[in-house]
């Protein structure tokens, strides 16, 4: 089977919609055909302070969601990144072949610094995404399925693999991003016109994958829409309203158009009855298998650890090859 590589960040307590319907419910399609490896890049969230207590402690409750929400530890390789050091390894070397002016181009970490500014940003997070790149390359990885966030990200890599083997010979496959049009973007519901982020400062506006039935309901109800009180998908004038149906529409497996259809002449709140319905019967199940799995914090750190010897011995052989291409002695 071809390989494909993902991830996540384990940057809050919980994952959000925009996590699992952009990625996770791609994961769980693709996890059949592929050779599928999924990371909680700790490495990654580091790039920002982290508590370490709660780190850890976010560590374990993303890899739960991930197993709760249908990712299969024995069938996949579900582990967590900083439990393989060949991620660190390999971003050193392909960070000597990343230009500083095309780093400097990353829009998320232009994102990330506006309200702050460089002074506050750590070089780690200017080189995230060439850790990223060392993420996917490292496992030989033929798709990358992510959010529309990450394009750029993943076209980087892409960049990297072939500088690097037309550098120093083939090395590396180059990886195909895989973002599905309908979903690739999930909206703040209080604020429509951005991305739901982890980050976001409005925190009704944020669909955690682990909040409760009834705080769901209540934030789908909250939603913000529009005034002109029909229903129908047209993100640019309506982009509340059309989130809306995304959400429902992916989630209850009717077509929008079929959605359009049947609230022709119907009310926001019936609309909001139908989405809060279909969140909570997706959510709900999830959130309880997770919490169960985050129970015995032992067994899921043994189930990680036993997927990250599986990876390990993927990636150390990359790195070997990485290794001997670039001219290091061999260690005999
Ligand atoms: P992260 O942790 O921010 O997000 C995880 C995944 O969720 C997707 N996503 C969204 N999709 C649709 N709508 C949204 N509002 C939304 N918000 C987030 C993201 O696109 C992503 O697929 N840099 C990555 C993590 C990473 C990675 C990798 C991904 C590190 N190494 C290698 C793929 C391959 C990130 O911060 O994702």
């Known amino acids: 089977k071809p390989r494909l590589f993902s991830g996540m960040q384990p940057s809050a307590d919980s994952l959000h919609a925009g996590n699992y319907i952009g990625a996770l ?56 990144q900083s439990q393989v050091p060949a991620h660190a390894q390999l971003a050193w070397v392909l960070n000597t072949i990343t230009g500083y002016g095309e780093a ?67 090395t590396f496959v180059v990886p195909e991003v895989s973002i599905l049009k309908e979903t690739a973007k999930v909206y703040d519901l209080q604020n429509p016109g951005s991305k739901m982020s982890k980050s976001g400062d409005t925190e009704n506006g944020i669909l955690w994958l682990l909040d409760e039935p009834n705080r769901l309901v209540k934030k789908i109800k909250s939603a913000v829409t529009d005034n002109d009180g029909s229903i129908r998908y047209d993100p640019a004038e309506k982009p509340g ?45 999830v959130r309880e298998r997770a919490l169960e799995l985050l129970a015995d914090p032992a067994e899921l750190d043994r189930v990680l650890t036993g997927n990250a010897e599986r990876a390990d011995a993927i990636a150390e052989a990359t790195l070997r090859r990485v290794y001997d291409a670039v001219g290091f002695l061999p260690r005999r």
């Open 241 to 285: 309203v059309s989130n809306l149906l995304t959400l429902l529409s992916v989630l209850g497996g009717s077509t929008i158009p079929a959605l359009e259809a049947e609230f022709a002449g119907r009310g926001y709140g019936d609309l909001k009855g139908a989405v809060a319905d279909a969140v909570v019967a997706e959510f709900a199940p």
């Open 104 to 170: 400097s181009r990353m829009t998320q970490f232009k994102d990330k610094t506006a309200k702050q500014g460089l002074e506050a940003a750590s070089v780690g997070l200017f080189t995230y995404p060439v850790l990223q790149a060392a993420d996917i390359l490292l496992y030989d990885a033929e798709i990358v399925p992510v959010g529309e966030d990450q394009r750029q990200h993943i076209e980087l890599t892409r960049d990297l693999a072939q500088r690097f083997n037309s550098r120093f010979g083939e």
């Open 25 to 80: 419910l791609q994961w769980k399609q693709l996890q059949r055909d592929y050779d599928a490896v999924f990371s909680v890049v700790d490495l990654h969230a580091i790039t920002v302070p982290q508590d370490p207590a709660t780190l850890r402690e976010k560590t374990r409750r993303t890899a739960a969601q991930y197993i709760a929400a249908g990712i299969d530890p024995s069938a996949s390789t579900l582990y967590v």
